[in-house]
């Protein structure tokens, strides 16, 4: 379980720096209380969390060894995935994910409402919506379906928590000093890293 854990705190809190989700709670968190931003966002990627690790469980049912291929050749595709967008980014910046997180608060507050729940409910909408079919929530389901799901709900769950603490704190500070390609790069380098720690375990 630890190593479970270990591995998706890792994974979760890499991959998520610099995504769209983190820039809806940047660009929400400079508009709003920030408590109710991270309390909205943390309560999103929780319950997508707890999806990702009930599909990953429910592959389970499948023949190990080739849930075991497939584990492997989601890491690798979406390592490469991510090597390859890094290559094709400005050195600095972090200009495409959070130009997307910026067009969908700019729809989204067209009806703006800043009551707290109002902006709970606006956060967790954008986040939820923004996380659904993302790398993140694809790793999850992998490493769910390959180690006990209870560890990988707690560091995923945890991971989240601390990206949404520094997106709402000092996103934009990050931003400004650790470039996007740079993230991405290190997501996608983490994410092979995975596939051939799977691979020599299988």
């Given at each position: 379980?630890?190593?479970?854990?270990?591995?998706?705190?890792?994974?979760i809190?890499?991959?998520?720096?610099?995504?769209?989700?983190?820039?809806?709670?940047?660009?929400?968190?400079?508009?709003?209380?920030?408590?109710w931003?991270?309390?909205?966002?943390?309560?999103?990627?929780?319950?997508?969390?707890?999806?990702s690790?009930l599909?990953?469980?429910?592959?389970?049912?499948?023949?190990?060894?080739?849930l075991?291929?497939?584990?492997?050749?989601?890491?690798?595709?979406?390592?490469?995935?991510?090597?390859?967008?890094?290559?094709?980014?400005?050195?600095t910046?972090?200009?495409?994910?959070?130009?997307?997180?910026?067009?969908?608060?700019?729809?989204?507050?067209?009806?703006?409402?800043?009551?707290?729940?109002?902006?709970?409910?606006?956060?967790?909408?954008l986040?939820?919506?923004?996380?659904?079919?993302?790398?993140?929530?694809?790793?999850?389901?992998?490493?769910?379906a390959?180690?006990?799901?209870?560890?990988?709900?707690?560091?995923?769950?945890?991971?989240?928590?601390?990206?949404?603490?520094?997106?709402?704190?000092?996103g934009?500070?990050?931003?400004?000093?650790?470039?996007?390609?740079?993230?991405?790069?290190?997501?996608?380098?983490?994410?092979?890293?995975?596939?051939?720690?799977?691979?020599?375990?299988?």
């Open positions: 379980m630890l190593t479970a854990f270990t591995a998706s705190l890792v994974l809190t890499v991959s998520e720096l610099g995504d769209k989700t983190f820039f809806i709670s940047v660009i929400l968190a400079m508009r709003h209380r920030r408590r931003v991270f309390v909205g966002a943390v309560t999103a990627l929780a319950l997508m969390t707890a999806l690790v599909v990953g469980q429910a592959a389970t049912l499948m023949p190990q060894h080739i075991k291929w497939i584990e492997i050749s989601l890491f690798i595709i979406f390592g490469l995935k991510l090597l390859y967008q890094a290559s094709r980014m400005p050195k910046g972090c200009a495409s994910e959070e130009q997307e997180a910026a067009a969908a608060v700019e729809k989204a507050e067209q009806t703006r409402n800043s009551t707290p729940f109002a902006v709970i409910a606006e956060t967790f909408g986040t939820f919506i923004a996380e659904w079919g993302d790398r993140t929530q694809i790793a999850t389901i992998a490493l769910a390959a180690n006990p799901p209870i560890g990988v709900v707690l560091g995923a769950v945890l991971g989240h928590a601390i990206c949404a603490a520094i997106a709402v704190s000092s934009r500070f990050i931003c400004g000093r650790i470039s996007e390609r740079t993230l991405t790069a290190a997501g996608g380098g983490l994410f092979l890293l995975f596939a051939v720690v799977a691979l020599r375990s299988s």
